[in-house]
């Protein structure tokens, strides 16, 4: 397979216009090459026998020979400098802190939600059948409002969500606090979550329009780092707005902030990934095939993240340290932030796949040792630490996966698969994890976490090799 001709950056030698000249060749050089894992978005993505002509996951986490990574060509970053390039690239830096104004809904509209049906029922059993009909709407809709925006633009389509989402949880609001009847309640809920844009896959599309793809490891690192920042901001100011307002006033603050981050996106049309309109499908939206495996396993990424709020929460509060759960979500989210900066800082050998396997399983070990640490709190945040760097590679190689592997013209759509899996992971995790609690106790609910790991490793790795055998199929017929 050809490599793709590398694009000489100015300044080293060469003047402005011979350096455009020459990366005109190599741009047109690579576009004539079969697409690999690594190659921008809006591409026609590898099909299972392009898939099986590259070197196999299994024999890379081997360290077996046998061909060049599969990424090779977009994992070049010049350590924590990489970070400081990609936000030089124009528009960068407006969007990223737009989309981080526009994660707050989805980051922290459940919790929202839990505060405001507890506060008026007080029973959280009834905040928690309210937040499932949210999450499940969030999960289903994300993939059909990204693909309307790889359709007819990412402009139009967030302010129509937008207005969706802001008419929906006005009404569920209202319901709660006049005392509707309870199912209305659960309809209301569903229809917020199917009107909350996944604004994330938006901004992770833009960089794959943006970033060359020896920046994109950086780029969409950055973006974890992002979700992070939310994650660990939100709930503790969502929370402290509650207890010193009203639980209703928290709800329309996260909501204002995310319809101000996601005008400002929408607003930032330059930076937007062109529209195509293609041919309008009569059958359901589904992921494109490449894009399966690793979208299988984000359910039970997610899971883990269900799992590990359940099982935190319970352990702190059997060992009558109920605030002590707070602070080890907050170090969960530290640790892959950290972890999402020195994955997008190194140089890879591996592919994006290939580490999505590699780390799933690594971090599954990681988290065997959770029940054997929860007596010493040190020793359990120490885990969860280790945790935390471990699983932080594996969520930013999902997100390449789909980038690289995403048809033309459905972008956004297919950046929105890996988000929404784990959206629909989350609960599964918890109500496992619950069970397993209520059960035997936080020691068993723990090994829920390293379970989910484990599954998701085994899920990427059998799709990857069934894709390879589709791809030897084809070539043989």
């Known amino acids: 397979?050809?490599?793709?001709?590398?694009?000489?950056?100015?300044?080293?030698?060469?003047?402005?216009?011979?350096?455009?000249?020459?990366?005109?060749?190599?741009?047109?050089?690579?576009?004539?090459?079969?697409?690999?894992?690594?190659?921008?978005?809006?591409?026609?993505?590898?099909?299972?026998?392009?898939?099986?002509?590259?070197?196999?996951?299994?024999?890379?986490?081997?360290?077996?020979?046998?061909?060049?990574?599969?990424?090779?060509?977009?994992?070049?970053?010049?350590?924590?400098?990489?970070?400081?390039?990609?936000l030089r690239l124009p528009g960068a830096r407006s969007f990223v802190a737009a989309g981080i104004l526009a994660r707050f809904p989805r980051a922290?509209?459940?919790?929202?939600?839990?505060?405001?049906?507890?506060?008026?029922?007080?029973?959280?059993?009834?905040?928690?059948?309210?937040?499932?009909?949210?999450?499940?709407?969030?999960?289903?809709?994300?993939?059909?409002?990204?693909?309307?925006?790889d359709r007819h633009g990412q402009a139009r389509v967030i302010l129509v969500s937008l207005g969706c989402l802001v008419l929906a949880a006005s009404v569920l609001l209202l319901l709660v606090r006049t005392g509707a009847p309870f199912w209305t309640w659960l309809l209301a809920a569903f229809a917020t979550g199917a009107a909350t844009p996944d604004?994330?896959?938006?901004?992770?599309?833009?960089?794959?329009?943006?970033?060359?793809?020896?920046?994109?490891?950086?780029?969409?690192?950055?973006?974890?780092?992002?979700?992070?920042?939310v994650f660990i901001a939100g709930p503790p100011a969502?929370?402290?707005?509650?207890?010193?307002?009203?639980?209703?006033?928290?709800?329309?603050?996260?909501?204002?902030?995310?319809?101000?981050?996601?005008?400002?996106?929408?607003?930032?049309?330059?930076?937007?990934p062109t529209p195509v309109p293609g041919v309008r499908r009569s059958g359901p939206v589904l992921p494109p095939a490449g894009v399966v495996p690793i979208a299988l396993a984000c359910i039970a990424l997610g899971g883990v993240f269900g799992a590990f709020d359940v099982s935190l929460v319970g352990w702190a509060e059997l060992n009558d340290r109920p605030w002590l759960a707070g602070p080890a979500f907050s170090v969960l989210a530290v640790a892959i932030a950290i972890g999402s900066v020195v994955t997008g800082a190194r140089t890879w050998a591996?592919?994006?796949?290939?580490?999505?396997?590699?780390?799933?399983?690594?971090?599954?070990?990681?988290?065997?040792?959770?029940?054997?640490?929860?007596?010493?709190?040190?020793v359990l945040f120490?885990?969860?630490?280790?945790?935390?760097?471990?699983?932080?590679?594996?969520?930013?190689?999902?997100?390449?996966?789909?980038?690289?592997?995403?048809?033309?013209?459905?972008?956004?759509?297919?950046?929105?698969?890996?988000?929404?899996?784990?959206?629909?992971?989350?609960?599964?995790?918890?109500?496992?994890?619950?069970?397993?609690?209520?059960?035997t106790g936080p020691a068993t609910a723990l090994v829920t976490i390293a379970v989910a790991l484990a599954i998701a490793a085994v899920v990427a790795a059998f799709g990857e090799a069934l894709l390879r055998a589709a791809g030897a199929r084809g070539t043989r017929a």
Do not use: H, N
């Open 238 to 272: 969502i929370t402290a707005v509650a207890a010193a307002l009203d639980p209703g006033v928290a709800m329309l603050g996260s909501l204002a902030l995310g319809v101000a981050g996601g005008v400002w996106l929408a607003a930032q049309r330059r930076t937007q």
């Open 1 to 86: 397979m050809t490599r793709p001709a590398p694009t000489p950056p100015t300044g080293l030698g060469c003047s402005r216009t011979a350096c455009r000249s020459s990366s005109r060749r190599s741009k047109r050089s690579a576009d004539s090459t079969t697409p690999r894992e690594g190659r921008g978005a809006g591409t026609t993505p590898a099909d299972p026998a392009s898939l099986r002509r590259e070197r196999p996951v299994l024999q890379e986490l081997c360290g077996g020979r046998g061909g060049a990574p599969v990424s090779a060509a977009a994992e070049t970053g010049p350590g924590v400098r990489a970070y400081g390039q990609v």
């Open 350 to 378: 591996l592919s994006p796949a290939a580490r999505y396997i590699g780390f799933a399983a690594l971090a599954a070990t990681v988290a065997i040792a959770l029940p054997f640490a929860q007596g010493s709190v040190p």
């Open 382 to 439: 120490g885990t969860i630490l280790l945790l935390g760097l471990a699983v932080s590679p594996v969520m930013v190689s999902g997100i390449l996966v789909a980038s690289a592997r995403a048809p033309e013209g459905r972008v956004t759509e297919t950046l929105a698969y890996p988000t929404a899996a784990m959206s629909l992971g989350v609960p599964i995790g918890g109500v496992i994890a619950g069970a397993a609690l209520d059960a």
């Open 199 to 229: 604004l994330t896959s938006a901004v992770r599309a833009r960089w794959t329009v943006l970033a060359p793809p020896s920046q994109r490891t950086a780029a969409l690192a950055l973006e974890t780092i992002a979700d992070q920042m």
């Open 108 to 149: 922290t509209l459940s919790l929202g939600i839990i505060l405001l049906v507890s506060a008026a029922t007080g029973s959280f059993a009834s905040a928690g059948l309210v937040v499932a009909p949210l999450v499940g709407g969030m999960a289903v809709a994300a993939p059909l409002w990204s693909s309307r925006m």
